[in-house]
């Protein structure tokens, strides 16, 4: 610790929870009192009391509205200059390196700025180093500043963990030290459900619905599938799905059996309709929709977001803004009613249907007991159902459209590839079991997961001070866990961390690198992905079907250049050439 005196005092005082800011305020409350800003209640009250009874109402007014604007001026200049400065000073004091910290806007402008350069140069056909290209400004600071640097969004600090060992500690959230970050209000209506939680809230829904996505459950179904046949089942879901994709596909040939389409966009309808599929079962049609509705209003909160710095921005009563919540009562409306039904029928003893919903609904009811404390309400059914479509169906394409892309650019492995699925089941359906034994199918999408993870960060925020490393933070400091950096590390990956080779996960995640955590797409400790079975049997069941029936090469048109809108996208699509087999 390079400055003593500057180590961070959190005792006299408990600050608001997500303010890095806080703990701070605090010391320099304690050593610069008279800089405090008086409240404005007390400001008024004082006023009033100096002006006498017989001031009038209008020198009343005038001295509260001026006591406000100095009061708002001292918190501004606190918010955005002090308390950075602070933070900025205490985290130097103990040796950590970052940017230096500018007024209000922190380094948003920057990392704006090369972002956009970095986007308009693509990458040469077969590179994979991709960090630079998709977080310039972060691969910049971590060059110039050391393994341990600190950022600023805005007036807060984030610091930026490259390092797995720390990585592990912050996930596997032991004594329970990290929180995930407030998102701002407007991502609600994207993404809510278990993934937002915290504390009880989240492990009751984390119980409730970890029933739904267990790898029996998945295997459980299938085999009562073969059974019975009637039904909405899983993995024969996926198989449907996959099937009709690659009919679609074949009626696109020409006469010499050659087509040209950009899989990014059959993907992501591939994957939309597995999870209408999946969770509604016999109300598809429905569920159908509820993808269209949830793929518009990423594009328009997205749009909200370019935006929402602009104080009020979101209380506008602009086309933007009001299609955003008509589009939610939508989606509510909906699956208000599908759940209702549903919650009826398992009430009744009907069959559950064994479907998403289905298995929610029976988990909920089992887990609950009548007791409604202790199980979901409609409202929280309605949360986690949308969640099915943000958190699975985007990112399990984009790994699918990387993967495509991936086995053009090597075309060895695609060969590989499919010798071995056509070993395990010929022209037949894949089944739970044969694609389970996919060895080098595997280690293919493990490997493009660490190259191109479609979640590129995590963020995690201390709910208490805590000691990481060494180094002391307050209640509220930031972290970014950079997945992206981390997976194309050469100090833990090797020489050739940037090269794909897949044989590197021949023996399993686990002995891919000596460091436990270094590949997390997925993440790590108690709240890694739910999905994470369910994605990987879809990804294995939809490679597999394609590698049956095609060969595939890149487009001429194909520009190599990754980025991110949420998850890893390749920028201008993805055109493959296909030739039926
Ligand atoms: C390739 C596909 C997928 C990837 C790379 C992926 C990645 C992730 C990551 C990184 C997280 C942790 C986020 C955080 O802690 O901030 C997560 C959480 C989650 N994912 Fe996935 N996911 C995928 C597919 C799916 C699917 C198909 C579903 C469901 C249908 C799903 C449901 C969830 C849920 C419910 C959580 C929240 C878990 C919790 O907070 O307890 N994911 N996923």
């Not at 000691?467 to 002391?472: D, T």
Request: proline share 6%; glycine share 6%.
């Amino acid at each position: 610790m390079a400055d003593g005196a500057e180590a961070i005092d959190l005792r006299e005082k408990r600050p608001a929870q997500g303010d890095l800011a806080t703990p701070l305020i605090v010391r320099l409350a304690h050593t610069h009192r008279r800089l405090s800003p008086p409240t404005a209640k007390e400001s008024c009250t004082g006023a009033a009391l100096m002006l006498g009874e017989a001031a009038s109402p209008w020198i009343l007014a005038g001295a509260a509205a001026a006591v406000a604007l100095l009061w708002l001026c001292t918190w501004m200049l606190q918010w955005a200059w002090w308390t950075p400065r602070r933070l900025e000073r205490a985290l130097r004091g103990q040796g950590l390196r970052g940017t230096r910290y500018r007024l209000f806007i922190g380094d948003v402008a920057e990392n704006g700025r090369r972002n956009r350069e970095a986007a308009s140069r693509p990458l040469p056909l077969g590179s994979h180093d991709v960090v630079p290209r998709v977080i310039p400004f972060f691969c910049n600071v971590l060059k110039e500043h050391g393994k341990l640097p600190f950022i600023w969004t805005g007036p807060k600090p984030i610091v930026i963990i490259t390092d797995p060992d720390l990585a592990r500690e912050i996930l596997s959230n032991k004594p329970g030290n990290f929180a995930k970050q407030t998102t701002a209000g407007i991502s609600r209506f994207v993404i809510g459900g278990v993934v937002t939680y915290e504390g009880e809230k989240w492990a009751k829904h984390r119980r409730i619905l970890n029933p739904a996505f267990h790898q029996e459950k998945i295997k459980e179904q299938y085999l009562k599938m073969l059974h019975n046949m009637s039904g909405m089942r899983m993995l024969p879901v996926f198989s449907a799905c996959c099937t009709e994709m690659i009919t679609r596909w074949e009626n696109s040939m020409s006469s010499e059996g050659l087509s040209e389409l950009d899989v990014r966009d059959e993907f992501q309808n591939l994957t939309g309709d597995v999870i209408s599929r999946t969770a509604f079962g016999s109300s598809y049609q429905e569920g159908w929709r509820i993808f269209q509705l949830q793929e518009e209003q990423a594009k328009r909160v997205l749009k909200a977001f370019q935006r929402i710095f602009i104080p009020g921005y979101w209380y506008l009563p602009i086309e933007n803004n009001r299609k955003i919540r008509e589009i939610d009562q939508e989606i509510r409306t909906i699956l208000r009613g599908i759940i209702v039904k549903r919650d009826k029928a398992v009430r009744n003893g009907e069959s559950s249907n064994d479907d998403l919903l289905g298995l929610l609904v029976e988990s909920n009811m089992r887990q609950s007991n009548e007791r409604e404390n202790l199980g979901m309400s409609i409202e929280d059914m309605i949360e986690e159902c949308k969640l099915f479509y943000a958190a699975g169906s985007e990112t399990t394409s984009v790994l699918l459209t990387w993967t495509l892309i991936l086995l053009s650019m090597h075309p060895e492995w695609q060969e590989r590839a499919r010798e071995e699925v056509l070993h395990h089941f010929g022209r037949t359906t894949p089944d739970h079991d044969g694609l389970g034994r996919l060895k080098i199918v595997t280690m293919i999408l493990h490997e493009v997961l660490r190259l191109y993870p479609p979640v590129v960060f995590l963020q995690r925020t201390t709910r208490k001070e805590i000691e990481l490393g060494g180094i002391k933070y307050p209640e509220g400091a930031n972290f970014t866990l950079p997945i992206l950096s981390i997976h194309h590390d050469p100090s833990i990956w090797g020489q050739d961390a940037s090269e794909f080779n897949p044989e590197r996960f021949a023996n399993g995640v686990s002995k891919a690198t000596k460091f436990q955590t270094a590949f997390f797409s997925f993440a790590w400790g108690p709240r890694i992905c739910l999905g994470q079975s369910f994605a990987m049997l879809e990804a294995k069941m939809a490679l597999a079907t394609i590698l049956q029936s095609f060969s595939f090469e890149l487009s001429p048109s194909y520009t190599h250049a990754p980025h991110t809108v949420l998850t890893l996208q390749p920028q201008y699509g993805a055109p493959i050439k296909l030739k039926k087999l």
